[in-house]
């Protein structure tokens, strides 16, 4: 397991949201994603035991096609470009966007999405720069010294889905943790948030599919669920009540995770 920075292609969400726009893709994660369908041959949520060396269950892996996509602008490049629902007229004659294009759709909702409050006991944030995303840390964290981590990106040859076994499963982290996820715009931006709820907990999880292939992604347990809207659907998927239980999911390839180092 390398401990360099790597990109990935593990996006499970992005399946439940595939079913839930009708084949347009989206990236919208979190809050958006309360509507969204269980698939249930995927195990797209689980538990901490779930994560124990031996388990088998099958995933989904979205491919990303353009991981470049996923690298912030420079500050200066972006930094007097709007960010607001209100510029949006002006922002897709500016990326030259029709207003019925599915960009044009995307643009909205991504917006609207960042200018929405934060869900009870989160502070959350649209990072729009690096420089946006090291703030925020800063200011949750109280310090620069910041981690980030990615999930690693599937060799062409993998097949999106099949059954995974884990042969590895390490935790490397208790405690305050920043999940970002890419939101689709014509620039990377990327949704942070921080649960104000203690120890949540992140783990690196070697999986190896049936086609021999090993991939190793981040994943990220939230261990109190009590304030939770009790439809979401995570919860529903593993069958618990808001506090019943924690909830893991996998961090998706095109997300990062930020700890404090
Ligand atoms: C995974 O394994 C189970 C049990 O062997 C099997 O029923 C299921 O079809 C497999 N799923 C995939 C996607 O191969
Ligand atoms: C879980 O979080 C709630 C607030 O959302 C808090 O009241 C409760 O004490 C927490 N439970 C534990 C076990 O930390």
Redesign the pocket.
Known sequence: MGNEVVYCSCSILLLLLLVKVGGEVSSNNGVSMEQGQVIPWIKAYSLIKDLDVGNTWPFYFSPIQDPTSLEFFPEDQIRDIPFSSEALPQLLRFFSFSPDSRQAMAMKQTLEFCESEPVV?EVSLCATSFESLLDFARHVFGSDRVTILRSPLLSDSTPLVQNYTVLESKEIWTGKMIPCHYQPYPYAVYHCHFEL?SGNKAFIVSLRGENGDTVTPVFICHV?T??WDANYVGLRALGRKP?ESELCHLLPAKDQLLLPK
């Open positions: 006991g709820v109190n009590s304030s506090g």
